[in-house]
């Protein structure tokens, strides 16, 4: 999800302890957009802990699972094994893919990947004339609250601004991307997805989870403080009595790789 080259922030067993939501949510990802066919072979670019990769391979002849983190790739490696199905630790700016995959699929992924043009030209190389792309990603306005909360919270510190890991596009952003690089768009969702993180800690374990990397410049005692504020200034938004509540914005594509 990140490049190789810089720290590995990511922990398979807390991604799928605490953020099971971002791959469950994203099922009919799978079968509605997807719709792996039995004879295909299929890229996952960006699998993760491999939840997702595993349920395409019980459809498709034969699954490839790449993401960045090696945390992540292990955690996979570990526990889905399958004869049509393998993992490896790869950068997606560097896809070294020549027309082999009738289909690449990516979820919660590419939102990691800027800048995205060199990521969607490897995609197409990667794909047989003709071939799909199915992606969900974080669109424009994801996770503003979370983000303006932490943003505040240092100001407030006297820290300077630390610059967000994620690109969320538009639509209209996305489409122009896919275009540049071959690709025919033939269906684009923007929606809005509120999800739980579950339990009194969740939008600590969320900033710890995915915002590792954005924090990293602080020392421990600066990082708690921030969080902790983050977290006082997004509470009334985001707190429903029980659980957090993000505010997640999700961006769906279907693409072809023009012949």
Known sequence: MTNPTTADYWSAEQYRGRHAFVYEASRDL???WLSPQPDERILDLG????ELTAQIAQAAGHVHGIDASAQMIA?????????????????????????????????AALHWMAPLGGVFSGVAR??????????EMGGAGNVLVVRESVEQALSEAGLPALKHPWMFPSPGELATLLEAAGFTVRRL?????????VGADGFRAWLEGFGSGWLAPLTPKQRSAVIRRAEELARPELWNGTDWVADYVRLRALALRGV
């Open 30 to 32: 799978v079968t509605d």
């Open 47 to 50: 699998c993760g802990t491999g």
């Open 75 to 107: 955690g996979a490696q570990a526990k889905h094994v399958r004869d049509n199905l393998s993992f490896e630790v790869q950068d997606a700016h560097r896809l070294p893919y020549r027309s082999g995959f009738g289909a690449v699929f990516s979820n």
């Open 126 to 135: 990667s794909l047989i004339p003709g071939g799909r792309l199915a992606l």
């Open 189 to 197: 969702h923007l929606f809005e997805r509120p999800s739980v993180l």
